[in-house]
């Protein structure tokens, strides 16, 4: 793969996967509204001839001159706070935009990997959660709109990809942390750091017996990559499997941020996920992938991104 296109290439994992690919010496495009993405992710990269930048809306008709290898399909607001405010634009780009991405890659006879996630097994009734599991989400509840277009995206790729042949890839994205994070994201890795950073109390909603398990961002693109390459068409996982409760989390930031913040509890949210854990099993067999870095090194490395914009 010489030429690759990654939509939502200015936002956390995109902007990695960019560098990632130039780092291969492959020629990426860059394509983001950004809606929830931001041009200093991506600044750094301008620089390299390599690198092309195209401020567009997925949802829109996309057009790219010559020839495409891949396309990576990352465009979508992935916080809850992003896609509370925004439901419409997540339901668009999980649909019309997974829709134009997709009619791209068959023009250009492109493999195509889109970037699902947990958040299609909902509040899950199987633990951990494996590709063979259906979900039990909730299409009509707040998040409904982040869930169920990521599973409409999930069902039109495979449409693609039995209909006409288009070389499809599914991930599952669990929790994943790391640099360029935004602070106002919402998630619970910034929301912690920030406050504990900043000595204001640390918000745990629910009693915090609800788990995560959390993935850092060079060990997802590794993953990702992997999958790219392989036969495989997925859904595979991709995530760390060691599972911590949310109170647990909130004490190891504490911890390692030497923060005298105080735990404040708060109601849990509507449908807020009670456990989410992946199983990689598919992971480790079909791409010789898992995790190499641990839980409270990949946070300290967080954590000192933080220090930097807090």
């Not at 990695?16 to 991506?42: K, P, Q």
């Not at 947990?118 to 039990?136: A, F, K």
């Not at 599952?172 to 640099?179: C, Y």
Request: charged share 25%; aromatic share 8%.
């Amino acid at each position: 793969m010489r030429r690759v296109l990654i939509t939502g290439g200015a936002g956390f994992i995109g902007s990695h996967l960019c560098e990632r690919f130039l780092a291969e010496d492959h020629e990426v495009i860059c394509m983001d509204n950004l809606l929830t993405g931001s041009a200093d992710n991506i600044a750094h990269l301008f620089a390299d001839r390599r690198f092309t930048f195209i401020q567009q809306d997925v949802t829109n008709f996309i057009h790219v001159k010559g020839p495409l290898d891949a396309i990576l399909h990352f465009a979508s607001p992935a916080s809850p706070v992003d896609y509370l405010e925004l439901p419409i634009q997540t339901l668009k780009v999980g649909s019309l935009g997974t829709h134009k991405a997709l009619g791209l890659a068959k023009e250009k006879n492109a493999r195509f990997l889109l970037a699902s996630t947990s958040e299609v097994y909902g509040d899950p009734l199987v633990h951990p959660q494996n590709e063979d599991y259906w979900g039990n989400v909730n299409p009509i509840g707040p998040r409904g709109v982040y869930d169920e277009a990521k599973r409409f995206a999930e069902a039109i790729t495979m449409a693609y990809h039995r209909t006409h042949g288009v070389q499809t890839r599914i991930v599952r994205i669990f929790n994943t942390h790391g640099p360029r994070m935004r602070l106002n994201d919402g998630r619970v890795v910034p929301n912690f750091i920030a406050q504990a950073l900043r000595g204001e109390p640390i918000t745990v909603y629910g009693d915090g017996s609800q788990t995560r398990s959390f993935c850092y961002v060079s060990d997802l693109v590794e993953g990702l990559t992997r999958l790219l390459r392989s036969e495989h068409p997925g859904p595979v996982n991709c995530g760390n499997p060691t599972e911590v409760t949310i109170l647990q989390f909130a004490e190891r930031i504490k911890a390692i941020t030497g923060s005298r913040s105080e735990i404040v509890f708060k109601p849990l949210p509507v449908d807020d996920p009670k456990v989410r854990q992946p199983d990689i099993t598919r992971a480790r067999t079909v791409l010789g992938w898992e995790p190499q870095i641990g839980l409270e090194d990949g946070l300290r490395r967080t954590i000192d991104y933080f220090r930097t914009r807090v």
